[in-house]
């Protein structure tokens, strides 16, 4: 018999916080100046929004052996920096034998935050590389933050989920480079650090066929989520739960 988890609401799409999740990542802000003149990237405006998204596996991670900082390697597909008007990925092929890492710092010494780098977890630099052609090669995508040394827990990602804006910041260095030079300034805004959702199955009004639901009532619907052999669901938590957008109002295990 496979475990289920019963409440009131449930939900067929949601987050999922085992001992190894996805984790996406999402950085906005918008651009400050753009000295670009050639290719696609020449078209992007001040003040154009700006979106940085990408995946990482919250088990797959390289700690420095010099420094209190973990680097999670960024999944290539997932990866996508918008622009304006343009969207680009990391350079594909990406250079063989490197990895775009997605950096946390904890207490190091006493400021905590994040930043990108391509195949160093010491350092926010070389940036990942680019889908698109500068003068001096591929364009890069530079990110860092630094924050007020209590902000974070450790250097666990799954304890970072949440949002980082100008709350506690130090610092940040968001632009896209060509070589030694940057090419385009960014001003950052917000990240968010979240689970991805997972798909579960689940079975409407459990104990009952057919399962019929009245989408006019204003009252409960009960629904079990079904556990699987990958998928604990006393791992799941009640309050990420939620059906078309709304949200669990009692559950059991």
């Known amino acids: 018999m496979k475990p289920i988890i019963g409440f009131m609401i449930a939900a067929l799409l949601l987050p999922v916080?085992?001992?190894?999740?996805?984790?996406?990542?999402?950085i906005t802000g918008y651009v400050e100046y753009n000295q670009i003149r050639s290719g696609?990237?020449?078209?992007?405006?001040?003040?154009?929004?700006?979106?940085?998204?990408?995946?990482?596996?919250?088990?797959?991670?390289?700690?420095s052996s010099t420094f209190p900082t973990r680097g999670y390697g960024v999944i290539h597909e997932t990866y996508s920096y918008t622009l304006g008007p343009v969207t680009v990925g990391l350079q594909d092929p990406y250079p063989a034998g490197r990895v775009p890492y997605f950096v946390i710092?904890?207490?190091?010494?006493q400021v905590d935050g994040f930043f990108m780098s391509d195949n160093n977890v010491d350092w926010p630099f070389p940036p990942p590389p680019l889908d698109e052609p500068g003068r001096f090669g591929p364009f890069g995508g530079n990110f860092e933050v630094?924050?007020?040394?209590?902000?974070?827990?450790?250097?666990?990602?799954?304890d970072a989920l949440g949002?980082?804006?100008?709350?506690?910041?130090?610092?940040?260095y968001f632009v896209i480079s060509d070589g030694p030079f940057d090419a385009m300034g960014l001003i950052f805004q917000q990240m968010t650090i979240r689970l991805v959702p997972v798909e579960v199955a689940d079975d409407v009004k459990p104990g009952s066929c057919p399962n019929p639901v009245n989408v006019t009532s204003r009252g409960t619907l009960p629904v079990a989520i079904l556990g699987t052999a990958d998928l604990d669901v006393t791992t799941?938590?009640?309050?990420?739960?939620?059906?078309?957008?709304?949200?669990?109002?009692?559950?059991?295990?």
Do not use: C, K
Request: charged letters at 20%; a negative charge; aromatic letters at 10%.
């Open 105 to 109: 710092r904890n207490n190091d010494p």
């Open 146 to 158: 630094g924050y007020t040394g209590d902000t974070l827990q450790s250097l666990d990602i799954l």
């Open 163 to 172: 949002t980082y804006d100008y709350d506690g910041l130090t610092n940040f």
């Open 40 to 63: 696609q990237l020449s078209v992007v405006s001040p003040n154009d929004p700006v979106t940085m998204y990408f995946q990482v596996d919250s088990g797959n991670f390289l700690d």
């Open 236 to 253: 799941i938590d009640p309050d990420s739960i939620r059906l078309a957008g709304v949200p669990a109002l009692s559950s059991s295990f």
């Open 17 to 26: 916080l085992a001992q190894a999740a996805a984790v996406e990542v999402e």
